[in-house]
């Protein structure tokens, strides 16, 4: 229990930006406490799978590239701090691409993500399709392919990742808590939530980090701004004996134009391939998280093209999870318009979770003035965010 004290800052969601935020906040020496209502990293929340791809690639997306190559070293020195190397396996990223690939505007979104890596300097290769075909045997490539691959990303194993996180945040003096926090009443200052124990939480300053539960705990401000969407994902096992689709021999790797991006087989899982399309409208607390036949055949149909050894291959495990999207995909970090000192923290889904270190410390700069951050990136803003979506990130 909290008993009567007042906090400096209340973070509501242990997710990775909430956890991260807590984190920052706390190692700056603030007097924070961390709220889930699920408990941190949980199977209801978009932080809650198993692995998630960290890579720079973002097309033109300069900000996003940025903020990646921020983040993987403070994973990487977190991990080491912990004693948990292993939660980050560098795999490679591999963007796979053809000559004709462009969106509806005629953006070439793969050329433009190599032409930002080269720009930045991040190692990258560019592979024609003949080398692609040498080092990749198990894929399926069509007239046109070439690729690009970053030699630095790969994957985090995402649930144990975040508790990790919290775990170190704990250390530094953040409480930890299981509780479901309201809204905050009225409007000007907050002082107050509360919990659904019935008990009044005190605090100076308070960030909602809760994901898909944004919406549902800010409707009027947040519906249509932020939706949450049903995702499904497939584990798939190879033949016995069979390594190709494991780390090193396959990267992970993403397919920007037929919507689909994979995972090689990490821990003898199975090989992760899931749509990158946003599914129908989830809530996040009474869903059912079920896969369905029909996203099971549209996935085959889709490796038969691309991975064809694994287009009838076993399911060895199946998720439902969910993305949060802003209306174009660029993640909402601003003040509460009607509270001085409420944040408002989200649209991560389903490409935030990598960016997580670099969202705790923006947060963190903003609540306290320090870090670079003491102004609102104009595309963070809540005024950016529409009610009819156009998704421009991946």
Same mark, same amino acid.
């Given at each position: ?18 956890a ?16 889930? =209502?699920?408990?941190?990293?949980? +199977? ?18 300069e ?6 190559? &921020? ?6 020195e ?13 795999t ?7 000559? /004709? /690939? ?32 040498? &080092? ?8 046109? =392919?070439?690729?690009s ?16 996180v919290?775990?170190?945040?704990r ?8 509780a ?7 409007? $000007? ?41 049903r ?17 090193? =021999?396959?990267?992970?790797w993403v397919?920007?134009r ?21 599914g ?8 059912? &998280? ?10 085959? /149909? ?24 802003t ?10 318009? $009607? ?9 991560? +889904? ?14 963190? $700069? ?29």
């Amino acid at each position: 229990m909290t008993g009567n004290k007042t906090y400096d800052v209340c973070v509501v969601g242990a997710g990775v930006f909430g956890a991260w935020t807590a984190h920052a906040l706390a190692r700056a020496g603030l007097g924070v406490v961390l709220l889930d =209502a699920y408990g941190a990293a949980n +199977s209801r929340s978009s932080s809650g799978g198993e692995t998630r791809v960290i890579r720079a690639g973002y097309g033109r997306e300069e900000i996003y590239t940025r903020w990646s190559l &921020r983040s993987l070293p403070l994973w990487l020195e977190m991990f080491e701090r912990a004693g948990r190397p292993e939660l980050f396996r560098r795999t490679g990223v591999l963007w796979l691409a053809r000559d /004709d /690939d462009g969106d509806d505007d005629g953006d070439t979104v793969s050329s433009d993500t190599l032409a930002t890596l080269q720009r930045l300097s991040v190692p990258v290769e560019r592979l024609a399709r003949g080398e692609l075909e040498r &080092r990749f045997p198990q894929f399926q490539f069509g007239p046109g =392919a070439w690729g690009s691959f970053e030699p630095a990303g790969g994957v985090l194993l995402a649930r144990r990742a975040v508790r990790a996180v919290v775990g170190e945040a704990r250390e530094a003096g953040c409480a930890y808590r299981v509780a479901h926090a309201h809204a905050p009443p009225g409007r $000007g200052r907050a002082s107050s939530v509360k919990l659904s124990d019935g008990e009044t939480l005190s605090a100076g300053a308070f960030v909602y980090a809760c994901g898909p539960w944004l919406p549902k705990v800010f409707p009027e401000l947040l519906g249509g701004r932020i939706n949450a969407t049903r995702q499904e994902v497939f584990f798939f096992g190879a033949a016995a004996g069979d390594t190709r689709f494991s780390a090193p =021999a396959m990267p992970t790797w993403v397919d920007w134009r037929a919507g689909l991006y994979g995972i090689p087989d990490i821990e003898g899982r199975g090989c992760k391939i899931a749509l990158d399309r946003h599914g129908p409208a989830f809530d996040p607390d009474a869903g059912e &998280r079920v896969a369905s036949a029909e996203a099971l055949r549209e996935v085959r /149909d889709l490796l038969a093209e691309r991975l064809p050894a694994l287009a009838d291959a076993p399911v060895l495990e199946s998720r439902v999870c969910q993305y949060e999207n802003t209306s174009n995909g660029d993640f909402l970090i601003d003040r509460h318009p $009607g509270f001085e000192n409420v944040w408002l923290v989200g649209g991560g +889904s389903g490409h935030g979770f990598k960016h997580g270190p670099a969202v705790g410390a923006y947060v963190a $700069g903003l609540l306290t003035g320090g870090g670079g951050a003491a102004e609102i990136e104009p595309r963070f803003s809540l005024a950016t965010k529409e009610r009819a979506g156009r998704r421009t990130i991946f």
